[in-house]
């Protein structure tokens, strides 16, 4: 499989070159690309908080990783000049650890808890009252003789994000003022966002170029702007020193093995471990991960929602199936009688 820094070069996850995403990211509204209803609900929620000299309502961001949730979180705070601290669900195990944090957060400020569905129960119980009420219950003692001390808070802005919302509970759902639903972009948003990026980075290409990076990215942002990052190292080392061409990224990114329908080599071993070794399916997901020798997780979050978006796998209720554009794009024959269920399962 490609990947880079120890990770897959198509993850829609961050990669841990935070320094080149961070320079990427707008600091504004109006200089964030896509999502256009978003920022037209945003604009108005902070706006109108603004106007009436009140905290922001809580927000919670929620769709697939790499479409600019963190950034939107950044952009909040800019815009209404506030303070910005930033936790994780995963990090947030026991009630004390949200209590620690609510305990020295000042008047306004935003707590951002990045993957918020995945908080523990105790610790998701102690974010209730936080915020509905602005004040903690801590507790001293053990057992019978347990004490509960209120402590109140100043009031703040919770913004949540996660990448499956149907994970949070409805109690702390229902908290949230405001819901984003974020989508995946369409190819001229990236072409927008890429055209955006190679000028902070110093980057001369072509407009054709940029669409080739565009038709490859999956519909996320992340991606194509480390698509870009790749594109350039090729550029440096293999280019002429003018600007970068559609083939310069054609052969960049067959250097990465990725196709020009944006699929990489771990996207197609699994397309053919199914077509190949289970005649197209059904086959279920553990199966599936052992036949390329990835994890289930990996398959499920990384592969799978693109395959599925694509139109190269379907979910049946009983498994996972290769579709007849699967067959066709590795360059194979589909059975004439491929029928795949229209009940779509788990």
């Not at 398959?299 to 209720?317: N, Q, Y």
């Not at 066709?328 to 399962?345: D, M, N, R």
């Amino acid at each position: 499989m490609v990947r880079v820094a120890d990770e897959m070069i198509l993850s829609p996850h961050s990669d841990g070159e935070e320094s080149a995403e961070g320079a990427l990211r707008p600091k504004r509204l109006a200089e964030f690309i896509g999502q256009q209803r978003i920022k037209d609900q945003l604009n108005l929620v902070v706006s109108a908080s603004k106007k009436r000299g009140h905290i922001t309502d809580h927000i919670l961001l929620a769709g697939p990783p790499g479409l600019g949730k963190t950034t939107l979180a950044h952009i909040v705070a800019q815009e209404i000049d506030a303070g910005i601290r930033l936790t994780s669900g995963p990090t947030l195990q026991r009630a004390g650890d949200v209590a620690a944090i609510l305990s020295s957060i000042t008047e306004g400020e935003i707590l951002f808890i990045d993957e918020i569905h995945r908080m523990s129960r105790p610790a998701e119980e102690m974010l209730y009252l936080a915020m509905e009420d602005f004040r903690v219950d801590i507790i001293v003692g053990k057992g019978p003789g347990a004490t509960a001390i209120p402590l109140e808070l100043p009031r703040f802005t919770l913004i949540g994000a996660t990448t499956r919302a149907g994970l949070l509970p409805s109690p702390l759902r229902d908290r949230f003022g405001f819901t984003a639903q974020l989508d995946f972009y369409e190819e001229s948003e990236l072409e927008e966002v890429l055209s955006r990026s190679a000028q902070l980075l110093g980057i001369e290409m072509q407009s054709a170029a940029l669409s080739e990076i565009a038709s490859r990215s999956r519909g996320t942002p992340r991606i194509a702007n480390r698509l870009l990052r790749r594109v350039r190292d090729y550029g440096d080392v293999h280019g002429s020193g003018g600007a970068l061409s559609c083939e310069d990224v054609r052969s960049a990114l067959e250097l990465y093995e990725i196709d020009e329908r944006g699929l990489d080599r771990l996207d197609r071993s699994l397309l053919r471990a199914i077509i190949e070794r289970f005649n197209g399916g059904p086959v279920g997901l553990t199966t599936m991960a052992m036949s390329v020798g990835e994890e289930s997780e990996t398959i499920e979050s990384v592969c799978e929602p693109f395959l599925l978006r694509s139109g190269f796998l379907a979910r049946t209720p009983r498994g996972r199936m290769a579709t007849t554009s699967a067959w066709k794009h590795l360059g194979l024959v589909p059975p004439s009688t491929l029928e795949i269920p229209l009940t779509f399962g788990d």
